[in-house]
């Protein structure tokens, strides 16, 4: 009796399984054959093997699981040249295995379905990268708890930016260059949650509104910040100074104003820093000579006012400065001009600056470009000038009392 039962027990396993296991296999196969059909251009031949005399786990872009064979856990066509439709009809998005969904820089065109938290619950990568995707990124996506990446710059989405607070997983978020709208401050204090966010990238939308303070509590690990060319006003909150692990900050075009926090000196891992286009005002932080390892400086079309600070020739691998446009005053200072770092460009125009131009022999002669013009130097123009060997562009002194 005991015997029977087990035989009838595999048996009831065998019946419930294989069908299943079939309709799953079948349902990829249907759903990889019907984007392929979506396609009506293929200049690199990338869909060539999607052809059901080799099987779609051997297709070019598609890996299937180890642990459960002939499901399909990543289908990544990144720069293909492909141009059709990826829209929610062909069945792409059931392929409820995938954990990566790449498409980027192709010619794809479509939108995301409205439920697909529920027929990819299992997605930690998104790529959707310079297409033409369009429509809105619905909230239900904010649902896939798992999902680690979510890359979906140079596209076209709309509407409102996607609820964030569930993406405990979350490490890089880009979103750039569409046509989304929100909140920055309700955006940012959602992500403090992701406790391992290393990227966000949020520029050239139409966010709006002004940093929060709870910008400070962001992931430790956050190295990139990019928030440029949105309408975000106000000012830069000093707790931003506990983002430690930052090596990019970029928020230029945007109507920012107030002071640069001097808080900014303690991210020491900084290399870039583009606060151009705003509206700072008051002094340049001496903090920022704490920067040793920054490499560019835009802080260029502000009203900042007062000197250039002198602790900037701590910055011994700074390669740019622009600081033009802006209401800075006195004299330029001889140990920024000594920076042998400074190889593409040193921007100093349109300021009120006084006195000579400090420049010896030997100092700056890897420099590309350098402008000076419309302050109030006097002086001769150096004739150290000659030594700059990469000099590309023309030095400009006019509008100076230079001889």
Request: hydrophobic residues 35%; neutral net charge.
């Amino acid at each position: 009796m005991e015997k029977l039962f087990s035989i009838t027990l595999m048996l009831f396993i065998l019946l419930t399984t294989i069908p299943s296991s079939h309709s799953n296999n079948h349902t990829d196969l249907e759903a990889l054959l019907a984007f392929k059909n979506s396609i009506h251009d293929d200049p690199l031949h990338a869909l060539s093997s999607w052809n059901e005399t080799t099987h779609f786990c051997r297709w070019n872009g598609v890996s299937c699981s180890k642990r459960h064979p002939n499901r399909v856990v990543s289908v990544s066509l990144h720069s293909q040249g492909l141009a059709g439709s990826l829209s929610p009809h062909i069945g792409l998005y059931n392929l409820s295995s995938v954990e990566i969904f790449g498409f980027d820089f192709n010619r794809l065109h479509g939108n995301i379905p409205v439920d697909i938290s529920s027929t990819l619950p299992k997605l930690r990568h998104l790529y959707l990268n310079s297409n033409n995707f369009s429509g809105v990124l619905l909230a239900s996506l904010s649902n896939s708890s798992l999902i680690e990446s979510i890359q979906v710059t140079d596209n076209s989405f709309t509407g409102n930016m996607i609820h964030l607070t569930r993406f405990s997983a979350l490490q890089y978020l880009s979103t750039g260059n569409n046509r989304l709208n929100g909140d920055i401050g309700n955006i940012l204090s959602s992500l403090t949650n992701c406790t391992n966010l290393k990227s966000l990238s949020l520029y050239q939308n139409h966010f709006t509104g002004s940093l929060p303070d709870s910008i400070g509590n962001l992931s430790n690990h956050l190295s990139f910040l990019n928030l440029h060319k949105n309408l975000l006003s106000g000012s830069i909150p000093s707790s931003i100074g506990n983002l430690i692990s930052l090596t990019l900050l970029s928020a230029h075009t945007n109507n920012l104003k107030g002071p640069i926090p001097p808080s900014i000196g303690k991210l020491h891992k900084l290399q870039e820093i583009s606060l151009l286009k705003n509206r700072m005002t008051h002094e340049m932080p001496f903090s920022l000579g704490n920067l040793t390892l920054l490499n560019k400086l835009y802080l260029g079309l502000n009203n900042l006012s007062g000197s250039i600070p002198q602790s900037l020739a701590n910055c011994t691998n700074l390669s740019l400065l622009y600081l033009s446009y802006n209401n800075l005053s006195g004299s330029i200072p001889p140990e920024i001009v000594k920076l042998s770092s400074i190889g593409i460009a040193l921007d100093l125009s349109h300021n009120i600056l006084t006195g000579t131009i400090p420049l010896e022999d030997g100092a700056l002669r890897n420099l590309g470009i350098m402008d000076m013009s419309h302050n109030r130097l006097s002086g001769t123009i150096p004739s150290s000038l000659g030594s700059c060997v990469m000099l590309s562009e023309v030095a400009y002194f006019c509008g100076q009392m230079l001889y």
